[in-house]
């Protein structure tokens, strides 16, 4: 089976100072009470001069064209042109454009652009990244497991190029770079989620890890079962003792800069609940479980592509929860990396459980700030939907955070982490038990457990993607069906702003 460091990348976005040999011109519309208007209006007028303009309005206003966000409209081109049609997308009033809503009206145009070999924007007069990302990941198609049956025929293919008008040679050359480079993170993230878990257990998850990461030049250590268990990773070893397939710790080193930021990410490749079994409706859906770990990966890549100046360190836990013969038990007691002891409640709260075993090692490297990334608990999606991520943590940070997610798309919203709560995790038996008693403020009942292993003196930040990661619905935007790439883009922006402090 193909593996991911193998996959084919999306289209190949260039630079370009006329359509040349285009197939389609991608344009974008605003609303406006009169109707659709050209946007950006005062570029590129030597492509689209006002009689061309004028005959494009007359036309799609002609077939119903209102400029709504993402409204896709195709019309055939005007003679002289250079192109065979024109694909128009909404991107809502005017004064409401911003960076999210190019990125989301790219995204829905390069899915409309399947079986296209070769498109030309204008987009990139407004915001040429924004664009840039918005077409790329519009345009993933996840096809590593289809077989010469259902692979995509050339007319299904995504598009193979796409083309950004610039007024000049040297406009947007490190506007396109940053961008390419992180939608490319953002797909890697999403091949390891869309990666099947027969196909992406505990011991491979992390070889294709350590594969990319070594090809990128950085610091990789893995620790296996036997590692693991000498050293005392109780959690991780707890989750993974009811799978055949033993569990893994991996860190990567991008040494990059004074500034210390350890990542950690869920990296549950398979989540049946163990003992505490999921119900088998949607269980299909819990080979998403790595998420983070995917996420926290695909970043500390990209610092290093982006030549970051700070210090990004990945401690990745991988395991496989399933129910057997020798898989933990409600009613267990575990000894955590550090001491502490845990009684495990519910072995479906099993995130939690490798998570604190990776923040203890984490910490142990005395770095400025911790970032965690997890699809934790279904919780986050009974607060806060399963567009939103939650952010919890140390108050100045997690603010921080949520802003930073907020301005490139991802939307997280801070949460608190109210001090009654705490008492609920408290043990009869041992230190700490893994779920409090009651349903109420899971989330959060999540993240305060998590807080009792983070050093006292680090900023922290604690995200939950449970039903942001993976979209089980119908695609929207640049998110297709599947795996999502999220917190990606928050994870890479934050790093950028601690680089820059």
Do not use: C
């Not at 190949?12 to 009169?34: F, P």
């Not at 128009?88 to 070999?117: F, H, M, N, W, Y």
């Not at 009811?242 to 990296?267: M, Q």
């Not at 999502?484 to 601690?498: K, M």
């Amino acid at each position: 089976m193909t593996a991911v460091a193998d996959r084919s990348l999306g289209p190949e976005l260039v630079r370009t100072e006329s359509i040349g040999e285009a197939d389609v011109l991608v344009i974008g519309l605003t609303s406006a009470d009169d109707g659709p208007v050209i946007a950006p209006a005062d570029a590129f007028n030597d492509v689209l001069d006002a009689d061309t303009r004028a005959a494009l309005v007359a036309a799609l206003r002609a077939v119903g064209a209102k400029g709504k966000p993402e409204e896709l409209t195709r019309i055939p081109a005007p003679a002289g042109l250079g192109v065979d049609s024109v694909l128009a997308v909404g991107l809502g009033p005017a004064e409401k454009v911003d960076a999210e809503q190019i990125r989301k009206s790219a995204g829905v145009a390069g899915r409309a652009l399947t079986g296209t070999g070769t498109a030309v924007t204008t987009l990139s007069g407004l915001d040429l990244g924004a664009a840039a990302e918005g077409f790329y990941l519009g345009a993933y198609q996840f096809t590593a497991f289809r077989s010469a049956k259902s692979a995509p025929k050339p007319g299904d293919q995504p598009v193979g190029r796409v083309e950004f008008l610039v007024p000049d040679a040297g406009f947007g050359v490190e506007a396109l770079f940053r961008a390419q480079a992180v939608a490319e993170a953002v797909a890697t993230a999403r091949d390891f989620v869309n990666t099947p878990p027969n196909a992406l257990f505990p011991a491979e998850f992390a070889n294709r890890a350590a594969e990319l990461a070594k090809a990128a030049g950085l610091q990789v250590e893995i620790l296996d079962e036997n590692e693991l268990e000498t050293q005392g990773y109780g959690g991780i070893l707890g989750v993974g003792k009811g799978s055949s397939r033993p569990p893994r710790l991996i860190r990567i080193t991008y040494a990059g800069g004074d500034k210390k930021v350890a990542l950690i990410g869920k990296g549950i490749t398979f989540d049946t609940g163990g003992i505490s079994i999921k119900p088998a409706a949607n269980m299909e859906n819990m080979t998403s479980d790595m998420g983070g770990a995917a996420a926290v990966i695909a970043t500390t890549l990209l610092a290093a592509r982006l030549s970051l100046p700070v210090t990004v360190t990945a401690t990745v836990p991988m395991a496989e929860n399933m129910p057997s013969a020798t898989a933990q038990r409600p009613g267990d007691v575990l000894v955590q990396y550090g001491g502490t002891t845990v009684e495990v409640l519910n072995t479906d709260a099993e995130g939690r459980l490798i998570l604190a075993d990776a923040i203890v090692r984490a910490g142990e490297d005395e770095p400025d700030y911790i970032i965690d990334v997890a699809t934790l608990t279904g919780a986050q999606m009974v607060a806060l939907g399963t567009r939103t991520p939650g952010v919890m943590g140390t108050d100045a940070f997690r603010d921080r955070v949520a802003r930073i997610s907020q301005g490139v798309g991802e939307n997280a919203w801070a949460m608190p982490l109210p001090t009654e709560l705490r008492a609920d995790l408290n043990s009869k038996i041992a230190d700490l038990a893994n779920v409090a008693a009651h349903r109420w403020g899971g989330m959060l009942s999540a993240a305060l457990f998590l807080k009792e292993f983070v050093p006292e003196s680090v900023q922290w930040a604690h995200l939950d993607v449970a039903g942001p990661a993976y979209n089980t619905g119908g695609p929207f935007g640049y998110i297709g069906k599947g795996g999502t790439g999220v917190p990606v883009r928050t994870l890479i922006a934050t790093l950028e702003d601690i680089a820059a402090e």
